[in-house]
């Protein structure tokens, strides 16, 4: 792979930058593939990268209706934490967490990881018995996460609001340390730039529109907006669209897509050290090095494809922000957007083998699924390369819904940023 060198940077910035190499090439596809991996968010690229340089399968394209990154990997908070409830999710969460400490080394690459600390705050009694809970088994997993009293928390983010005769007062904080961000953008640029040297074919710009099943039931590959590819496997990383490409093949996927939202402010200089997080309300908010503050809303109640979602959302995270943060309640916000997120009955993803041979889904990870990306792929190019699960993601099934052994992350936080 190509290194980046103190050397490099200094030699680059006397010609003004204008020199750098391209970061990847931009492949015709070709008729024949080993894996076709539709969609070029960071959960596929990541796929391709592990297939390639874990398992050594390199004959792969990564199929993408736009461009690299531009669905729900650009467009999310980057919240990176893993204190889930259920074992199977701390053990999954908990995976990308040690993959993300190694990540920028791995890929020559700075994905900006930075584990400031994600807060989550508690604001009524219920929210407090739900947090104990939570550092309770996640303790007994071997995952970090501690109880802070108000006063401490605001310690640890001097400029929360802990009096108590607001709407949505601090009652404590469940702090997990190892939890922070990382920049979303770099993750897809690090794992296209990844896998592209291992020879993966990227191809943006061309859309997944058929999937073609042989006699015997297993795939025999896609047709594209740039014709048909063959291919001998087909995994499906395509988040709020993963209903539509299942379809294609003939599967019913137990999923609803749904807008989530998100804004930035002006950038200040920095004023927030941390990341905070109610469930309750909806509302997360860190800030960016760029110096913006990063703010997430709530899902709109109602299923759609529209990249907007609806105002009143937004309108109600930030009155509570400007409750929990008085000093922000001057700040102008600059823009605000929205992605399409997967959301399973269980509100945990599925990464799994299906009934199709040859057909592989990696979805469902709802308004959470950025935190995993590394993991995820890492888990998710196993079960292809073996045809078999990985130990971490074996009991996240699409059959799990049929059998009823469930992993509720749903009943367990109510949402899953
Ligand atoms: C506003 C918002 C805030 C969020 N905040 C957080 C957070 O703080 N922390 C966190 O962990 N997660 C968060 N998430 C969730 C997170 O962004 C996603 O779970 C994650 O990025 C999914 O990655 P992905 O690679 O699976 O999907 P994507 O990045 O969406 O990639 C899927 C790709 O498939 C492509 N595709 C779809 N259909 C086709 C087709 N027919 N042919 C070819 N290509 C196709 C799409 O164009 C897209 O690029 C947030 C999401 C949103 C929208």
């Known amino acids: 792979m190509k290194r980046y060198s103190f050397l490099e940077l200094a030699k680059n910035a006397f010609s003004a930058h204008q020199n750098w190499g391209r970061q990847w090439r931009s492949p015709e596809p ?13 959960h596929g690229l990541a796929t391709a990268y592990y297939l390639a340089k874990q398992h050594g399968i390199r ?11 531009g669905g729900n990997t650009g467009r999310n908070t980057t919240i990176v934490r893993s204190n889930y409830l259920w074992e199977e999710s701390a053990a999954l969460y908990n995976h990308a967490i040690g993959l993300w400490q190694g990540l920028s080394q791995d890929l020559n690459y700075n994905v900006m990881y930075s584990s400031r600390g994600v807060m989550m705050l508690a604001h009524t009694v219920h929210d407090v018995q739900v947090a104990q809970r939570h550092i309770h088994a996640n303790r007994l997993a071997g ?21 108590k005769n607001i709407r949505y007062p601090v009652m404590g904080a469940a702090l997990q340390r190892v939890g922070g961000t990382a920049r979303h953008d770099a ?29 015997d039931g297993a795939v025999e590959g896609v047709e594209t907006s740039k014709g048909f590819i063959k291919a001998k496997k087909i995994g499906v990383v395509a988040a709020g669209h993963t209903s539509t490409v299942m379809d ?14 998100a804004l930035v402010s002006e950038p200040v200089k920095p004023a927030f050290p941390c990341v905070v997080m109610s469930n309750t309300i909806h509302a997360y908010i860190s800030q960016s090095d760029k110096g913006e503050l990063v703010i997430g809303a709530g899902t709109d109640q109602f299923i759609s494809y529209s990249q907007t979602g609806g105002i009143h959302i937004t309108n109600h995270t930030i009155d509570a922000i400007c409750e929990l943060f008085p000093h922000f309640r001057r700040m102008r ?39 995993a990306t590394p993991g995820s792929g890492h888990v998710f190019a196993h079960t292809i390369a073996k045809d078999e699960p990985h130990r971490i993601n074996a009991p996240f099934t699409i059959d799990r819904f049929r059998t009823g052994r469930l992993i509720d992350e749903a009943a367990a936080a109510a949402v899953a940023h």
């Open 30 to 42: 070709k008729a024949e593939y080993d894996v076709v991996i539709v969609g070029a968010g960071g």
């Open 59 to 69: 004959n792969v394209a990564v199929i993408e209706k736009g461009w690299l990154g």
């Open 143 to 163: 995952v970090q996460n501690e109880w802070l009293t108000p006063e401490q928390a605001r310690e640890y983010c001097p400029p929360l609001n802990i009096s």
């Open 187 to 215: 993750v897809a640029w690090g794992y296209a730039r990844g896998a592209d040297d291992l020879g993966v074919d990227i191809i943006q710009n061309c859309a997944v529109t058929g999937i073609k099943r042989g006699q």
């Open 248 to 261: 294609m093949a003939g599967v019913r996927m137990p999923l609803e897509s749904y807008p989530l939202q």
């Open 333 to 371: 916000m600059l823009r605000n957007w929205g992605g399409i997120v997967d959301v399973t009955p269980d509100r945990s993803p599925i990464l799994s083998k299906t009934p199709v041979p040859g057909l592989y889904v990696n979805c469902g990870w709802g308004t959470g699924g950025f935190k």
